[in-house]
T-cell receptor, first 117, second 114 residues
Framework: GENVEQHPSTLSVQEGDSAVIKCTYS??????FPWYKQELGKGPQLIID?????GEKKDQRIAVTLNKTAKHFSLHITETQPEDSAVYFC????????????????FGKGTKLSVKP | DSGVTQTPKHLITATGQRVTLRCSPR?????VYWYQQSLDQGLQFLIQ???????AKGNILERFSAQQFPDLHSELNLSSLELGDSALYFC?????????????FGEGSRLTVL
């Protein structure tokens, strides 16, 4: 099955700096790669996603890049602000049919980002 | 507010006991997913239901079971509880059954097994 590795597990940056979180996946059939942000005491929330037919996607201060050959994708946050402090999860999913079960969304273990004012 | 409601928010129980966690999906969402979040394992997929039928199974123990009712709410039953079952259990819902798409998570049910 799919395995998603995420690094680093913790990341501390100064306000205004950039933050980069990297993930690798194992299943070459995976074709959907979302990123979720989890604030303290809340459930994860989708912040950006990318599909395998696209190499890069931007939404204001956040961007995601995908390298299908190397099976890795990254989240880039520019001009970080204290409200960006949270746990970020990458995930991978295939919509292929595995013996009757559809591909599931498999998450990395998360990165705790701290942005210091 | 994601629109997904989970109850109870906190639950403390003893080893060997059984508990039921409840989830009401967003209005119109047919798929419900259950995830377990522990400190060292991140978000682990347990099981998915679509319109009342089990659609996919992940790392769900035999002591755990779930179901989705005709009104689309779902329950996760955890029995013969062990200390290691202490975790945050999330329910999520989505519009599609198996296609890739956004999951909307509830705020979770924190289970503590003493």
């Amino acid at each position: 099955g799919e395995n998603v590795e995420q690094h680093p597990s913790t990341l501390s940056v100064q306000e205004g700096d950039s933050a980069v979180i990297k993930c690798t996946y194992s299943d070459s059939a995976s074709n959907y790669f979302p990123w979720y942000k989890q604030e303290l005491g809340k459930g994860p929330q989708l912040i950006i996603d990318i599909r395998s037919n696209v190499g890069e996607k931007k939404d204001q201060r956040i961007a995601v890049t995908l390298n299908k050959t190397a099976k890795h994708f990254s989240l880039h946050i520019t001009e970080t602000q204290p409200e960006d402090s949270a746990v970020y999860f990458c995930a991978a999913q295939s919509d292929m049919n595995y013996g009757g079960s559809q591909g599931n969304l498999i998450f990395g273990k998360g990165t705790k980002l701290s942005v210091k004012p | 507010d994601s629109g997904v409601t989970q109850t109870p928010k906190h639950l403390i129980t003893a080893t060997g006991q059984r508990v039921t966690l409840r989830c009401s999906p967003r209005s119109g969402d047919l798929s419900v997913y259950w995830y377990q979040q522990s400190l060292d394992q991140g978000l682990q997929f347990l099981i998915q239901y679509y319109n009342g039928e089990e659609r996919a199974k992940g790392n769900i123990l035999e002591r755990f079971s779930a179901q989705q009712f005709p009104d689309l709410h779902s329950e996760l039953n955890l029995s013969s509880l062990e200390l290691g079952d202490s975790a945050l259990y999330f329910c999520a819902s989505s519009v599609w059954g198996s296609d890739t798409g956004e999951l909307f998570f509830g705020e979770g049910s924190r289970l503590t097994v003493l």
